[in-house]
């Protein structure tokens, strides 16, 4: 009471209370706020899908609720995908084991096998499909627990359909992308063609407040580091260390998120998970081509929005 007592007074208002023993208290405050208009309103970008975006690829949606499969089945199909449902974590397994997809939706809290121990237990038979989690808790610290367990991404319901599309279409693979890839470490390949920005830095900038310098000076960091990080990397897997591989791969994941680097977020967690618990990953030679691929890209648009002779304090 006296901290909002406070915060009342310096916002210049008055606050009140009314109290009967054994009947209760009523706590009321006044405050004399400007109007405010249209113009004050934050702009809000939104995100328009195209309504075939999601042909030819097959969904899997998890969860022991009728209602929330439904509306997460009729917002897929909506947009042509192929949809598959599940009443819990044994049923998706054995869907898995059967069927190729490109993106599991995962609740958290379900009979028999929850979403936690689902993805626990696929990560573990070395399976990296999608993984996103769909639950009802906002709580601070949730989001970590599923990316702990081994999922990719977090979604709360009720679904919020611009959010939960581009939450799918991050994860989704281009496979067609990922076949034309050749594992070569000594030459670096065409950038992979795709829609999305390679990089974003607005984070970077909010938490400037406005400095530049501090922006170039993270990028300079990043131009003149990370390559080197990524050689270490690769060097590590060639000689067959993987925790030494898995560790590089956790220290670029702040590089790869502080730059908002989307394409990159699900493969070097992946390469962070093999290296981790020591899987055995077929795909791993790819993902480690794709790394260097991207970030090559990357550093190369970064020159050009940020020249050398201009990056300093």
Known sequence: MSICKELIEQMGGEIFVESTKGVGSTISFVLELPKGASADMPEREETSFNENFL???????????????????????????????????????EMIAKEKFDVVLMDIQMPVMNGFE???KLRSLGDTIPIIALTASAIKGEREKCIDAGMNDYITKPINEEEFLKTIDRWIVNDKNESEIKFDIEEVEKPIENNEALYDLSGLRTISKGREAFVRKMVDIFCEQTPLSVKEMIDAYYSNDLMQMGAIAHKLKSNVDNLSIFSLQKIIRDIETVGREQLNAPELPTQLNQTQIIISNVIEKLREEFPEEDLSI
């Not at 042909?55 to 009728?66: M, Y």
């Not at 917002?75 to 599940?86: C, N, P, R, S």
């Open 55 to 93: 042909v030819g690829r097959k969904i899997l949606v998890t969860d022991d609720n009728d209602l929330n499969r439904l509306v997460a089945s009729i917002l897929l199909l909506d947009y042509g995908a192929t949809v598959m449902v599940a009443e819990n974590g044994e049923i998706a397994m």
């Open 118 to 120: 689902t993805t626990k």
